[in-house]
């Protein structure tokens, strides 16, 4: 999962308390912690959903690119939105081809498989994390730094 | 009101005909939101986006109570098909009174074209170790796009239509 957020980037979705989503996309996107992913954002990109985040810190996201069909995962969590301080500084140094305005970053909650079939839907973040990674590697064999 | 562009057109097409990979964003009524890929889509008209309802769960049950819906493309990605569509669904499934109406959308017309697309459009083009084992449709998700917004790199949030 590491692999691929980080080599494509994420389709990334808040929505207002009322219900209604707002799609951006990160080009830059960071795993800071094994629960948490920061993505590094231009000032367009983070300005879809910014409002959004402002009332309601829901976000979901999926892989970009290739990886909407071969990462078939959902990730959910809180999301927050940094403008100043270390942390940004050292993710804005390692995303010299994005012109950084801000940093989502998303402590996650809640995972799910979204592979067509039997398990699409199915919840993993309740598996313990080395079943997780034996359950990715059982199915998919391309997994980017694997 | 919106109008497709032909390039639009052709990217909201399946990948195995010159399409794209796009996601599918839908909220619960109390903001929770949900995105997933997804492979069956085409257009209807100038103004509508046909999915396929195939394993959806959330999805499903998130338009089950609020229509707000947005469909970006996500593959292939910076590549000219940078776009957004917002506007209302809803899923026309199997049962629905032929008569129904979503936008000008009738049931009958969309279920008779597009409803057993597997076989309609069967996914050649994806990998055997995601294809899905047997084909599971329960109906054709239809939005009905009042906004286009771009994801192009540097112009992301920009109104198009």
Redesign the interface.
């Known amino acids: 999962m590491k692999g691929w957020i980080e080599l494509m ?1 994420c ?1 990334v ?13 990160s ?1 830059f996107a960071r795993v800071t912690k094994p629960d948490q992913v920061s993505f590094v954002m ?1 000032k ?2 983070i ?2 959903i910014e409002g ?1 985040i402002s009332k ?1 810190p ?5 892989v ?7 990462a ?1 995962f ?1 990730f ?1 969590g809180k999301g927050r939105v940094i403008r100043s301080g270390q942390e940004l500084d050292a993710l804005k140094k390692d995303a010299p081809g994005i ?1 950084a305005d801000a940093v989502l970053v998303v402590d996650l909650t809640e995972l799910y498989c ?5 398990e ?2 199915q919840r993993l973040d309740i598996m313990a994390p080395d079943a997780m990674n034996a359950w990715e590697k059982a ?3 391309d997994i980017p730094g694997k | 009101m919106v109008t497709f562009t032909d390039e639009m057109k052709n990217a909201l097409r399946v990948p195995g005909k010159g399409g794209s990979l796009i996601y599918m964003a839908t909220s619960s009524l109390e903001g929770k939101p949900n995105i997933a890929a997804m492979r069956f889509v085409a257009t209807h008209g100038n103004d509508k986006i046909l999915v396929c309802d195939m394993f959806l769960l959330k999805t499903k049950m998130n338009l089950k109570e609020n229509p707000e819906c947005s469909i970006a493309i996500c593959h292939p990605l910076d590549s000219g098909r940078d776009w957004v569509f917002k506007g209302k669904a809803i899923d026309i499934e199997y049962g629905f009174s032929p008569e129904f109406d979503w936008y000008g959308a009738k049931a009958k017309e969309i279920l008779d074209m597009w409803g057993d697309w597997a076989t309609l459009e069967p996914p050649k083009e994806v990998p055997p170790d995601i294809v899905f084992p047997k084909p599971a449709q329960r109906g054709v998700v239809v939005l009905h796009v009042e906004e286009i917004y771009s994801i192009e790199k540097g112009k992301t949030g920009e109104r198009i239509q």
């Open positions: 980037g389709h979705c808040a929505a207002t308390p009322e219900g209604v989503p707002f799609v951006t996309v080009r231009e367009g990109e300005g879809v959004a309601n829901w976000i979901a996201f999926g970009s690119k290739q990886g909407g069909i071969r078939a959902q959910k012109l979204t592979k067509p079939g039997a699409a839907g199915r998919w064999t």
